[in-house]
């Protein structure tokens, strides 16, 4: 995908997390699974998030969110979201009440295999338009219904299948119709997590450029999660790469793919083969992912890293701005051009 | 350097690395933190109410084994002369109307009160399984008839019952009324071991057993039984409580046997020699507070089984005490915040600061 589609962001950020902190237990003994994580996505922007299984992706999104099931635990930061109503607000801070009031409306997420979360007994028309009844008890039946065709319209279902139960429905169309549902309350904020995984890849496909050009018509913000980044690469504003709970790199999702300054990204993305452009070998990374319990003193990839010393042994890196403050690396030997 | 692929180290071989992401199955959504194991090992006995517990059963216990050595009279010994005494120093808990040491009867009476419970409690569970796994593994015809007959024993009222047939036989001694108290009590285990099996049997691990054709005795015996642990030991401990109130119940209305000493016993002369007219509070009260403390440690240790058993509550030791102490109130969709990490990032600092506040 061409790096004009950059143009679809503005410099207004939607979702500023700062320096958050997340720990599983609530005990004397936590696992820090979370070590202060900052992150901004602009309006209108796709932000792919990518790493390793258990480096903390999910559990940063879903803390952002105060979604974090027991025994998840946010010890600090902030996170600024901005709100339908251009109003920013700490979400770590938000009353019950105003969080409930803010979901769906500010922020919608389709969650990991979201589409078994239908319930099978229920049209998939009343599931759509439920949460519109809950956050708009104006509006009328009749009203939702349309906008229930409206959306299952946004995402290239047939209108007629608003009567249809859950059942009756393939994978990729419950998968579209969860996307849908995400959007009813027109958010500006979508964290899509693993939206694709249980489907083949020609649904994957589909759905991807669906969200694409949703994204593009409706102009909201995309937090896409997954551990496939050769599918950031393609749908992808900007990438955050992590590791053991922290952001190693961000940086434009081109650049980055082409001139990877951290060694845990260029390890990451020579894990598969490039379907276009000249060959190149694979390599990857040697060792197995950390265990947050129990992290080296330094850096936290000093372990992996062919080209650790001792200093990053001993000191943990800080993100620092490089290539004119395009991209994030913590780091303190990256990669040259 | 500008090639990405110098990262790998020359020992790194493609296969280990291009499953990289996929390697931690287990590890992945789930971050639950593993504890290093020796800190696991013993939790169960970490937990405050389940070693409150295990300490009054060990209590009495103790008492059961050392009791009738230890006894300062003999609890049968009939003093006219010291008739309804209050709490002395030669009676530390009085004496009955015939001058009889309470104390010693309590002492003496433990042993009664655990054997039968006990004993009752581990016939009674063991049916449970045999009837209750058997019932939910086998289904079909075997299933019907076994449910059948623990609905049969579930409705039956069982204290009525357990009068009837102690009164029928001839010489009641411990054994008859623990058979007769296991016979009866076994139903309800039966019912929930049942169902549990039944949602066991169609779980993957179950059918893969199976497929790889191990043989039905192994599938119980290694794949399921273990999965029902902790509902087997929470049917022993109710069985238990069930059994020692069954016992004294008994004891109370005279049925058993009153030549063996027990708390029901004891409550049973208490009430028919009026000890509450009389104003002989040393005479009833020790004997009951010894049942409701009985009955509440047993009670403390199935807490104690219920929150070891919920692996989320086993792997944070989510404690009352800690929970108030920090603020936490975990529910799901609601992640609590505690703002203990301050702007330096000084996790100990923030914590330290905290606690002073």
Same mark, same amino acid.
């Given at each position: 995908?061409?790096?004009?589609?950059?143009?679809?962001?503005?410099?207004?950020?939607?979702?500023?997390?700062?320096?958050?902190?997340?720990?599983?237990?609530?005990?004397?003994?936590?696992? &820090?699974?979370?070590? =202060?994580?900052?992150?901004?996505?602009?309006?209108?922007? $796709?932000?792919?998030?990518?790493?390793?299984?258990?480096?903390?992706?999910?559990?940063?999104?879903?803390?952002?969110?105060?979604?974090?099931?027991?025994?998840?635990?946010?010890?600090?930061?902030?996170?600024?979201?901005?709100?339908?109503?251009?109003?920013k607000r700490d979400w770590l801070r938000l009353t019950d009440t105003q969080l409930r009031h803010a979901r769906w409306s500010d922020v919608a997420v389709v969650f990991q295999g979201a589409m078994n979360s239908l319930n099978p007994v229920h049209r998939i028309g009343r599931q759509?338009?439920?949460?519109?009844?809950?956050?708009?008890?104006?509006?009328?039946?009749?009203?939702?219904?349309?906008?229930?065709? %409206?959306?299952? %319209?946004? $995402?290239?279902?047939?209108?007629?299948?608003?009567?249809?139960?859950?059942? %009756?429905?393939? =994978?990729?169309?419950?998968?579209?119709?969860?996307? +849908?549902?995400?959007? +009813?309350?027109?958010?500006?904020?979508?964290?899509?997590? %693993?939206?694709?995984?249980?489907?083949?890849?020609?649904? *994957?496909? *589909?759905?991807?450029? *669906?969200?694409?050009?949703?994204?593009?018509?409706?102009?909201?913000?995309?937090?896409f999660i997954?551990?496939? $980044?050769?599918?950031?690469?393609?749908?992808?504003?900007?990438? +955050?790469?992590?590791?053991?709970?922290?952001?190693?790199?961000?940086?434009?999702?081109?650049?980055?793919?082409?001139?990877?300054?951290?060694?845990?990204?260029?390890?990451?993305?020579?894990?598969?083969?490039?379907?276009?452009?000249?060959?190149?070998?694979?390599?990857?990374?040697?060792?197995?992912?950390?265990?947050?319990?129990?992290?080296?003193?330094?850096?936290?990839?000093?372990?992996?890293?062919?080209?650790?010393?001792? &200093?990053?042994?001993?000191? &943990?890196?800080?993100?620092?701005?490089?290539?004119?403050?395009?991209?994030?690396?913590?780091?303190?030997?990256?990669?040259?051009? | 350097m500008s090639d990405p692929t110098s990262t790998s180290s020359p020992q790194a071989a493609p296969t280990t690395v291009a499953a990289a992401p996929a390697t931690n199955g287990t590890f992945s959504d789930d971050l639950a933190p593993a504890p290093a194991m020796g800190r696991r090992r013993f939790l169960f006995l970490r937990n405050a109410k389940s070693i409150l517990g295990l300490s009054i059963i060990g209590f009495f216990v103790v008492l059961a084994i050392v009791g009738p050595w230890i006894a300062p009279h003999d609890p049968n010994a009939v003093n006219p002369s010291a008739s309804l005494e209050s709490p002395s120093w030669s009676h530390w808990l009085g004496t009955s109307q015939t001058g009889q040491d309470i104390f010693s009867q309590l002492l003496v009476g433990t042993r009664g009160v655990m054997v039968v419970g006990f004993s009752a409690g581990i016939i009674a569970t063991a049916l449970a399984v045999v009837i209750g796994v058997s019932a939910g593994f086998i289904g079909g015809a075997g299933d019907e008839v076994l449910s059948m007959l623990s609905n049969i024993f579930l409705v039956i009222p069982s204290l009525p019952l357990i009068i009837i047939i102690t009164a029928q036989i001839e010489g009641n001694s411990h054994l008859t009324i623990i058979l007769v108290i296991a016979l009866t009590g076994w139903a309800w285990g039966a019912r929930v071991l049942r169902s549990q099996t039944l949602s066991l049997r169609r779980r993957d691990f179950v059918e893969a057993a199976r497929a790889n054709g191990e043989r039905r005795w192994r599938i119980i015996g290694f794949e399921i039984l273990p999965n029902l642990t902790a509902i087997i030991a929470s049917t022993f401990i109710n069985t238990v409580t069930a059994a020692v109130l069954a016992e004294i119940t008994l004891a109370y209305i005279g049925v058993a046997s009153l030549s063996d000493w027990n708390w029901g016993t004891?409550?049973?002369?208490?009430?028919? #020699?009026?000890?509450?007219?009389?104003?002989?509070?040393?005479?009833?009260?020790?004997?009951?507070?010894?049942?409701?403390?009985?009955?509440? #440690?047993?009670?403390?240790?199935?807490?104690g089984i219920d929150e070891f058993v919920n692996p989320r509550l086993r792997s944070t030791g989510l404690n009352a005490r800690t929970l108030r102490q920090r603020h936490i109130r975990p529910r799901v969709g609601f992640t609590p915040v505690v703002h203990e990490v301050g702007a330096s990032g000084d996790r100990t600092k923030a914590r330290k600061e905290a606690d002073h506040a």
């Open positions: 995908m061409p790096e004009s589609v950059l143009t679809g962001a503005s410099d207004e950020t939607i979702l500023d997390i700062r320096d958050l902190h997340v720990d599983y237990g609530y005990d004397e003994r936590p696992t &820090h699974v979370l070590r =202060g994580v900052d992150l901004t996505v602009r309006r209108g922007e $796709v932000l792919g998030l990518a790493g390793e299984s258990g480096c903390g992706k999910s559990t940063l999104a879903y803390a952002a969110t105060r979604l974090l099931p027991p025994p998840g635990l946010i010890t600090g930061g902030e996170v600024w979201i901005t709100g339908a109503d251009d109003e759509l338009t439920d949460a519109i009844r809950a956050h708009r008890p104006h509006t009328s039946a009749a009203e939702r219904h349309e906008r229930g065709i %409206e959306l299952l %319209e946004l $995402v290239g279902i047939d209108p007629d299948r608003i009567r249809a139960y859950p059942h %009756e429905l393939s =994978g990729g169309m419950r998968q579209r119709v969860m996307i +849908a549902m995400a959007l +009813a309350l027109e958010p500006r904020l979508l964290i899509m997590d %693993e939206p694709t995984t249980a489907l083949d890849v020609v649904m *994957q496909r *589909q759905i991807l450029e *669906q969200i694409a050009d949703l994204r593009a018509r409706l102009g909201f913000s995309v937090v997954t551990h496939d $980044v050769s599918l950031l690469i393609e749908i992808a504003d900007r990438i +955050a790469i992590m590791y053991a709970g922290e952001i190693v790199e961000s940086g434009p999702a081109r650049s980055l793919y082409h001139h990877p300054r951290h060694p845990y990204t260029a390890g990451l993305l020579s894990s598969f083969p490039p379907l276009h452009g000249p060959r190149r070998d694979l390599g990857g990374i040697p060792g197995s992912p950390p265990d947050l319990a129990a992290l080296p003193a330094g850096c936290p990839f000093a372990p992996r890293c062919a080209w650790a010393d001792d &200093h990053c042994r001993t000191d &943990h890196p800080h993100a620092t701005k490089l290539d004119d403050g395009a991209r994030d690396v913590a780091c303190w030997k990256p990669l040259t051009r | 004891i409550l049973y002369w208490a009430q028919s #020699s009026g000890a509450f007219q009389q104003g002989a509070w040393w005479w009833y009260v020790p004997a009951g507070l010894c049942v409701a403390l009985l009955g509440m #440690s047993l009670a403390l240790i199935n807490f």
